[in-house]
C-alpha cells in the first residue's frame, strides 16, 4: 500500500506527463500555421492564457514561496518554454493589428508576474503568505487557461464548425484537469483542485461542442475543398 505522500508523488508524475502532452497537443496546429505562413481564425487566447499561467505556478512553486513543490516548478517551467515558442511564431506569421496586440500582451504578462514575484518575496515575510497570495492569482489564471479554447466559441455556434477550435488542446486540458485534481486531493490543495475541478467541467464542455459539431465541421471542410478544386461556389453552405 502507497502512503500519501507517495501516492501524490505517483499521481504527480502521471500528472506532469499529461501537463506535457497538453502544452505540446498545439503543435499539430502549428504545423498548419507553418505551412500555410498565415495563422489564420486561430485565437491567439489559449497560448497567452497559457503562457501567463505556467509562469504563475513556476513562482508559486519556487522553495521560498511553497517548498516541496518541485513537481510544479518542472512541468510549468517546461510549459513556460514551450508557450514562448508559440507565441514567438504566433507573432512571426501574423499580420499587422493581431501581431501588435498579442506582442503587447504578453509583453504586458512578463511585466505583471515580475512585478508580482518582487512584491511578493520582499513584502510577504512567511511562506504561508506567499503561497496564499500567488497561489489565489494561480487559481484565476488557471482557469482562464482552461477556459481559453472557448474564446472562438461564438465562431463556431455561427458557422457549425469547430476547424479553428484544436481538438487535441481540448482534450488533454481535460484529461490534465483530472490528473490534477486527483493530485489535489491526496493532501487537500485547494490552490490547485479548485481550478482543476472547473477545468474537468470546461473540458468536459468543450467536447460536447465538439461532439455537436464534428459532422457538419466535415461536411464543410469537405465542400471547401471541392470548390477550391473544381470552383463550384454553389457547393458551400456554411449556415447547414
Known amino acids: 500500500?502507497?502512503?500519501?505522500?507517495?501516492?501524490?508523488?505517483?499521481?504527480g508524475?502521471?500528472?506532469?506527463?499529461t501537463a506535457l502532452v497538453l502544452f505540446l497537443s498545439p503543435v499539430l496546429t502549428f504545423y498548419r500555421i507553418w505551412r500555410k505562413k498565415a495563422v489564420e481564425q486561430y485565437s491567439a487566447i489559449p497560448y497567452l492564457a497559457t503562457f501567463v499561467n505556467c509562469g504563475l505556478w513556476v513562482v508559486y512553486g519556487l522553495p521560498i514561496v511553497h517548498p516541496n513543490s518541485m513537481l510544479v516548478v518542472t512541468i510549468?517551467?517546461?510549459g513556460f518554454v514551450i508557450e514562448v515558442i508559440y507565441l514567438s511564431m504566433f507573432m512571426m506569421l501574423s499580420k499587422g493589428k493581431k501581431r501588435g496586440t498579442v506582442a503587447a500582451v504578453a509583453a504586458a504578462e512578463c511585466g505583471f508576474m515580475a512585478a508580482l514575484a518582487l512584491c511578493?518575496?520582499?513584502?510577504?515575510?512567511?511562506?504561508?503568505?506567499?503561497?496564499?497570495?500567488?497561489?489565489?492569482?494561480?487559481?484565476?489564471a488557471n482557469i482562464l487557461m482552461y477556459a481559453s479554447p472557448l474564446s472562438v466559441m461564438k465562431m463556431v455556434?455561427?458557422?457549425?464548425?469547430?476547424?479553428?477550435?484544436?481538438?487535441?488542446l481540448s482534450l488533454f486540458s481535460f484529461v490534465n484537469a483530472v490528473c490534477w485534481?486527483?493530485?489535489?486531493f491526496i493532501q487537500l490543495d485547494l490552490f490547485i483542485l479548485i481550478?482543476?475541478?472547473?477545468?474537468?467541467?470546461?473540458g468536459a464542455s468543450q467536447l460536447l461542442f465538439y461532439g455537436m459539431f464534428y459532422k457538419s465541421t466535415k461536411r464543410i471542410m469537405a465542400e471547401r475543398k471541392e470548390i477550391e478544386?473544381?470552383?463550384n461556389t454553389n457547393r458551400l453552405h456554411p449556415d447547414v
Open 181 to 184: 485534481t486527483s493530485y489535489a
Open 229 to 231: 478544386a473544381t470552383g
Open 157 to 168: 455556434i455561427t458557422t457549425k464548425s469547430v476547424e479553428f477550435m484544436p481538438f487535441s
Open 120 to 140: 511578493v518575496i520582499k513584502l510577504a515575510h512567511t511562506t504561508k503568505l506567499r503561497s496564499t497570495i500567488i497561489g489565489s492569482i494561480c487559481m484565476a
Open 13 to 17: 508524475i502521471v500528472g506532469n506527463v
Open 195 to 202: 481550478p482543476n475541478g472547473i477545468g474537468v467541467v470546461l
Open 1 to 11: 500500500m502507497f502512503n500519501k505522500d507517495e501516492a501524490r508523488t505517483i499521481v
Open 76 to 78: 510549468n517551467g517546461a
